[in-house]
């Protein structure tokens, strides 16, 4: 096959930062995607419907003139949080689902959650009215290994409260491991998964041989290939529970050339691209516009866009760092990549 048309695809899971970090990474965003799911780990926070809502104008007032993109806004869920506002602002439309960050578990989190327990009335609120609680599944425990922590989280955290919620919808965000590959395919088609496109493609060894690549950090870190190969028969095999989440993170350069580096790939501008090449080599083109297209959108219980795109075997050379208010350095820049968008 060297085309494929397929309806156009939403991103379940990205980062557009806010001010001039917005209005530099949105237009990457809307290019592929008609929607995408708007993580709300700002400084500060976005924790209610008040702030989703001025967020969102944010967002379109900084998208370009003649973009069709629609931003599906979220709330970050604290200790305090009260259930009452999040099911008004599920109500009124203005929140589609609610993000869970273990308290210190990654980029501005230290607002998140706790302990499941201060929780329990918003999860009981949320299985009630169907809303979406969207995980960051790793736990934070310095005595766990960073490579074990999603694994621990599955045991520890989310199983029991999975118990605790069994109508819960939930979406384990970036999955990483093979541990939760067979979690998700063990459990009722309301619990589902995104896979980022990085973590399709590389493995630890990549990161970390021949010299440490900071444009490949990000979390839940990468792990080892066995760990890869799981998450590429997951996305690739068609199953509903596995859809597109970019997880696209960007951090202006100088903060990712540090000393203490932060966690995030910028993929906007190659995501589409990127994936389908992986659906490609894993002879699996028939089951794209499923992961891309379809299974978000019945998860979330949205229609799937009437729009197409068309993508087509023909290789292309990734730009350099994106300059503007900030330099910004995109996933596999100056490679050459297989597939391009039409
Ligand atoms: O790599 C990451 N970057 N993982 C996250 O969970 C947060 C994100 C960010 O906001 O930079
Ligand atoms: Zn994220």
């Keep these: 096959m060297t085309s494929i048309t397929i309806r156009r695809p939403d991103d379940w899971h990205v980062h557009l930062r806010d001010d001039e970090m917005l209005a530099q990474v949105l237009p990457y965003t809307a ?32 998208l370009p003139e003649g973009m069709d993109f629609t931003p599906l806004m979220t709330a970050y869920l604290t200790d305090t949080t009260d259930p009452a506002e999040l099911q008004a ?43 979406p609680l969207l995980i960051h599944g790793e736990v934070v425990d310095p005595s766990i290994d960073i490579f074990d922590r999603e694994a621990v989280f599955l045991e520890r955290t989310l199983g029991p409260m999975l118990a605790d919620y069994p109508e819960l919808k939930v979406v384990l965000e970036h999955i990483t491991t093979s541990d939760s590959v067979d979690f998700i395919m063990d459990r009722p088609s309301h619990i589902a998964a995104t896979i980022t496109a990085h973590h399709l493609q590389i493995n630890r060894n990549h990161m970390l041989v021949g010299g440490i690549r900071p444009h490949y950090y990000c979390l839940p870190i990468v792990k080892r290939a066995t760990h890869q190969q799981a998450l590429r028969k997951a996305a690739t095999s068609g199953d509903q529970r596995f859809f597109l989440g970019t997880d696209t ?29 992986v659906f490609d080599e894993e002879n699996a083109l028939e089951h794209f516009e499923a992961f891309a297209s379809l299974n978000g959108p019945a998860f979330y219980g949205m229609p799937a866009n009437e729009e197409r795109v068309t993508l087509e075997k023909r290789s292309w050379k990734m730009s350099g760092d994106i300059e503007g208010a900030e330099v910004i350095r995109p ?10 968008m039409v």
Excluded at 251 to 270: D, E, L, N
Excluded at 331 to 340: T, V
């Design 31 to 62: 290019r592929q995607f008609a929607r995408a799911i708007i993580m709300p780990n700002l400084k500060p926070p976005v924790v209610n419907a008040a702030m989703a809502q001025a967020y969102r104008d944010r967002i379109l007032a900084a």
């Design 249 to 277: 993170a960007p951090h202006p350069i100088g903060a990712k050339h540090s000393a203490c580096g932060c966690a995030g790939v910028f993929t906007a501008p190659c995501a589409l691209e990127s994936y389908v090449q």
């Design 89 to 131: 602002g599920f109500e009124s439309g203005v929140l589609t689902a609610v993000k869970l960050y273990p308290a210190n578990a990654t980029t501005n989190s230290a607002a998140g959650v706790s302990s499941v327990d201060k929780i329990r009335g918003c999860l009981e609120v949320m299985q009630r009215i169907g809303m």
């Design 331 to 340: 996933y596999r820049m100056g490679e050459s990549l297989p597939w391009a």
